[in-house]
């Protein structure tokens, strides 16, 4: 075993592939750490070069200073110094020092050491004595003659030091291309051996094991591949011949056996398709009996049953006690709908017990969602034909079904009285606090009239002066009173016309309130401002449209009593509130305009209770202004 072991190591595919890859990984390490090294050691060569060229620069230009012609001779030393001290700043700048070797024999350190001696010892003491000549034109002229004449010498040096720079750095670039060709070629040639090695040993075997895996694929068994090695595509391939005479002796236990799960696929696919036309059908809003009649042929036809009854008993529905069926034959019919369980408690178990009627095996289910019972699922199998295990689970699911879109339905229903009964709460209580106060006040104003008339009957002789004093004024005055109460009453039943009709539709409250602004310009002289500082879709449709209906009673009050030239509409939002500010520079409230907006007035009042709010009136001298404050409960709350 061990020699076996021994002999299937030495053949292996994986160690001799892997040898080669790590020899690759190595050459391409060996490649990368090269590049390293040497872009490491040549950093800053650059600007070593670049730095030895502005000494060139800087030497000319001190020469230049020199053999200028500056008003005075001082302005001309002062700019030699700062010259020559920028120059000993760049020859001993990093950028440069830092790319000599510390080697003094190295040719790079010589040519540096010889411009830095040539400069303290030649160029800056020449320098230096124009600048310390002070006063004495000739010490001077006789240190610019020094400097000048040995400038170009001691550029020619610097030239020296920036061409060895650039040779170092050009040397470091060739050696690291040699040895970058050197690992590339290697790395070339262990690739094509890997590339023989590859073909002869895995493709090759590889195509044959393919191929005699497409003929067993195919169910030809007869198929053998000639690799059968000690390698691991050898051991591969005699493990596939091997495979090949099992499969040959399994395959017809295999047949039977998809033959048997294709069966259960079959009739798992007829369920699911059976629950998802009862889903669709079950989605419309109203469940009629013809549509419930189709379900249940349906669910008969495809479980094969002698008969399904579905029994409704919900005590909240107007369609308990009904019982909708679908059977093969009226015999099942009638032994279907012969339930007492329609009538009778509902069963807890998810079938009842065991009966029979002519033969006929009959189960129940309950149909009940959310806790609420809407009646009975009965199916009555084939004679002498035993429930399959199946058939339970799923007449199930289906009862489940059944129960939603009944609750659903019963839902919608439910949504709809109680959205009646909102609009009829809603229409009870406009004409409450607008019409019927009004004709209250036309019926006093009616029984006053009727009072006065019968006194200045009564008084038909009198002096016209003793009417005067009479605890009852005028019947014209109360006429007058009832025309204003008639036409106050009419303005309301319009206004409550408006507000019926009124809808926020998708463009929302900003633009609503806009037509409405614009609408009110239109109706009077009132210049009227509106400023919207409220996020859009931050209230509820309810909300938007109580803000609404309360700014369209303060606009009107403005417009027909205020006597106002301007009008402005403020909202905004304060912390966690929504603020509204209608504000006008008219007469202001008074008594009389009071009682005249009174009704006007509650109405905006109750409004604001209704948001949760508050809502203040004020008016100091001219002008009133009305402020609504309240917090909105959000998008799909019903305010």
């Not at 004024?473 to 408006?498: D, K, M, N």
Request: aromatic fraction near 4%.
């Amino acid at each position: 075993m061990a020699e076996q072991r021994d002999q299937q190591t030495s053949h292996s595919i994986l160690i001799t592939v892997g040898v080669l890859m790590a020899g690759v990984v190595l050459l391409g390490i060996t490649g990368m750490v090269s590049s390293i090294v040497i872009a490491q050691i040549n950093q800053g060569m650059a600007a070593a070069v670049n730095q030895s060229g502005t000494l060139r620069m800087q030497s000319y230009r001190i020469g230049v200073a020199l053999a200028s012609e500056a008003p005075t001779l001082e302005e001309r030393q002062a700019q030699v110094l700062s010259l020559v001290e920028e120059y000993a700043e760049r020859l001993a700048s990093p950028r440069l020092t830092a790319a000599i070797p510390t080697l003094a024999s190295d040719p790079v350190s010589l040519a540096y050491e010889r411009v830095r001696w040539r400069w303290t010892h030649e160029m800056r003491r020449a320098a230096l004595r124009f600048v310390e000549a002070g006063a004495d034109s000739a010490a001077a002229s006789a240190g610019r003659q020094a400097y000048l004449g040995q400038v170009d010498d001691f550029v020619d040096d610097i030239h020296t030091l920036v061409r060895v720079l650039e040779d170092r750095s050009e040397h470091r670039i060739l050696l690291l291309r040699w040895i970058q060709g050197v690992v590339l070629a290697l790395t070339l040639a262990v690739v094509a051996v890997t590339m023989i090695l590859v073909q002869r040993r895995i493709v090759r075997p590889i195509a044959e094991l393919v191929s005699c895996a497409d003929r067993t694929r195919r169910g030809d068994f007869s198929g053998r591949t000639r690799f059968t090695g000690t390698d691991e595509l050898g051991r591969v391939g005699a493990a596939l011949n091997l495979m090949t005479q099992g499969l040959s002796q399994i395959y017809g236990e295999l047949e039977e056996r998809v033959a048997d799960k294709t069966l259960d696929l079959a009739r798992s696919n007829r369920s699911l398709t059976l629950l998802y036309r009862t889903s669709r059908a079950l989605e419309t809003s109203h469940l009629t009996d013809e549509l419930l009649q189709k379900v249940l042929d349906d669910v008969r036809s495809q479980l094969g049953l002698a008969a399904v009854a579905l029994c409704l008993r919900d005590p909240d529905s107007l369609r308990s006690g009904d019982c909708i069926s679908a059977s093969q034959s009226d015999a099942a019919d009638a032994a279907i709908r012969a339930c007492s369980l329609c009538t009778g408690p509902e069963p807890d178990s998810g079938a009842s017990p065991d009966s029979f009627a002519n033969g006929e095996r009959i189960a129940s289910f309950p149909v009940r969602d959310q806790g609420r019972s809407f009646g009975t699922l009965r199916v009555a199998f084939r004679p002498h034909k035993a429930p399959e295990t199946w058939q339970q689970p799923l007449l199930e699911s289906l009862a489940a079904h059944l129960a939603t879109a009944l609750n659903l339905m019963s839902r919608m229903h439910e949504g709809r009285r109680l959205a009646l009964h909102e609009e009829r709460s809603i229409l009870a209580r406009e004409l409450h606090d607008s019409l019927a106060q009004s004709l209250s006040y036309l019926k006093i104003q009616a029984a006053r009239l009727d009072a006065a008339l019968r006194e200045a009957g009564d008084r038909a002789d009198s002096e016209r002066g003793a009417s005067a004093d009479s605890a009852l004024p005028p019947p014209a005055v109360i006429l007058s009173e009832i025309r204003e109460g008639i036409s106050s009453a009419y303005r309301q039943l319009r206004e409550l016309l408006t507000t019926f009709r009124l809808r926020i539709v998708g463009q929302g409250l900003a633009n609503a309130l806009a037509e409405t602004v614009q609408e009110f310009r239109e109706r009077s002289d009132v210049e009227i401002s509106f400023d919207d500082q409220v996020p859009s879709g931050l209230l509820s449709p309810n909300e938007e449209v109580h803000v609404m209906q309360i700014i369209r009673e303060a606009l009107s009050n403005v417009v027909r009593h205020a006597e106002a030239r301007r009008c402005t509409i403020r909202l905004e939002t304060d912390a966690d509130r929504i603020r509204v500010s209608i504000a006008d520079d008219g007469k202001g409230l008074g008594a009389k305009a009071a009682g005249r907006g009174h009704y006007g007035m509650t109405i905006m009042r109750e409004r604001a209770l209704t948001l949760g709010g508050s809502l203040d009136i004020e008016s100091a001298g001219s002008g009133a202004s009305v402020h609504l404050s309240f917090r909105p409960r959000g998008r799909g709350v019903d305010a």
